[in-house]
C-alpha cells in the first residue's frame, strides 16, 4: 500500500483478555518500530525490528507483551491478559533504514481501551 | 546509549508569532540524523524538517526551522508565522547513522497551543 496500515483503528477489550493488533509496513521497508503513546503523552519505544537480525525487545514492558514479524513484512503486536494500563494508542512505523537517514513513517495506530 | 531530552512539555504561540520548540540529545557518535515529527489530533505523525549532522547549515523547511548546535547537541525548531494549524504535539528524534544502529529515538514531546 501506499503508507503504513494498522488494524483495527480502534479495539476494546475486557480486562484479562488476549489482543492482537496488525501492521503492514509500507512495501520495501525493511524496519519496522512498535510505540506506545499513553494519552497525551509520548511515545515509548516497545519493539524493532531490521531486516533478517534479531528484533530489539528491550521496550517490551512485560512478558505479557510480544512481537513478530512474518516474511520481513506484516507485524502483529500481542497483548496477554490485558490489564487497564495497557489503555493506550499503539503507533506502528516503518522505514527503509538505508544508511542516507530516511524517516519513519508513521500508521495512525491503533487506540485500545482496556475495560 | 542515544537520549533525547524536550524538556518543555508545553508551550503557547500567538497566531502570526514566532516560537521556537527545543530538544537537546546525548551521543557519542558523530554521525546521525535529527528529525522534528508533527502530530496533530488526527495522531497521524508527520515529518516537518530533518538534519544531517554533518551538515553545519541548519535546514529549513517553509516557515520552519532549525538551529542545530552539534556542540551543543542542541536541536531546536523555530516556526514563523505560526498558524492555527501548527497546534499538535512536536516530538524531536534521533537516527543513529551507524550501520546496525538505525533505531530512532523520540522525545517526549512538547504540545503547541495556538492562540488566535
Known amino acids: 500500500g501506499a503508507g503504513v496500515s494498522q488494524s483495527p483503528s480502534n479495539k476494546v477489550t475486557e480486562k484479562g483478555k488476549d489482543v492482537e493488533l496488525r501492521c503492514d509496513p509500507i512495501?520495501?521497508?525493511?524496519?519496522l518500530y512498535w510505540y506506545r503513546q499513553s494519552l497525551g503523552q509520548g511515545l515509548e519505544f516497545l519493539i524493532y525490528f531490521q531486516g533478517n537480525s534479531a528484533p530489539d525487545k528491550s521496550g517490551l514492558p512485560s512478558d505479557r507483551f510480544s512481537a513478530e514479524r512474518t516474511g520481513g513484512s506484516v507485524s502483529t503486536l500481542t497483548i496477554q491478559r490485558t490489564q487497564q494500563e495497557d489503555s493506550a494508542v499503539y503507533l506502528c512505523?516503518?522505514?527503509?533504514?538505508?544508511?542516507?537517514?530516511?524517516?519513519?513513517?508513521f500508521g495512525q495506530g491503533t487506540r485500545l481501551t482496556v475495560v | 546509549a542515544q537520549t533525547v531530552t524536550q524538556s518543555q512539555p508545553e508551550m503557547s504561540v500567538q497566531e502570526a508569532e514566532t516560537v521556537t520548540l527545543s530538544c537537546t540529545y546525548d551521543?557519542?557518535?558523530?554521525?546521525?540524523?535529527l528529525f522534528w515529527y508533527k502530530q496533530p489530533p488526527s495522531r497521524q505523525m508527520i515529518l516537518v524538517i530533518r538534519?544531517?549532522?554533518?551538515?553545519?547549515q541548519n535546514a529549513t523547511e517553509n516557515r520552519f526551522s532549525v538551529n542545530f548546535q552539534k556542540a551543543a547537541k542542541s536541536f531546536s525548531l523555530k516556526i514563523s508565522d505560526s498558524q492555527l494549524g501548527d497546534a499538535a504535539m512536536y516530538f524531536c528524534a534521533y537516527r543513529s547513522a551507524r550501520t546496525g544502529g538505525f533505531k530512532t529515538i523520540f522525545g517526549a514531546g512538547t504540545r503547541l497551543f495556538v492562540k488566535a
Open positions: 551521543t557519542s557518535e558523530s554521525d546521525y540524523y
Open positions: 512495501s520495501g521497508h525493511t524496519a
Open positions: 538534519q544531517e549532522a554533518y551538515k553545519q
Open positions: 512505523a516503518s522505514s527503509p533504514d538505508t544508511f542516507w537517514g530516511t524517516e519513519a513513517f
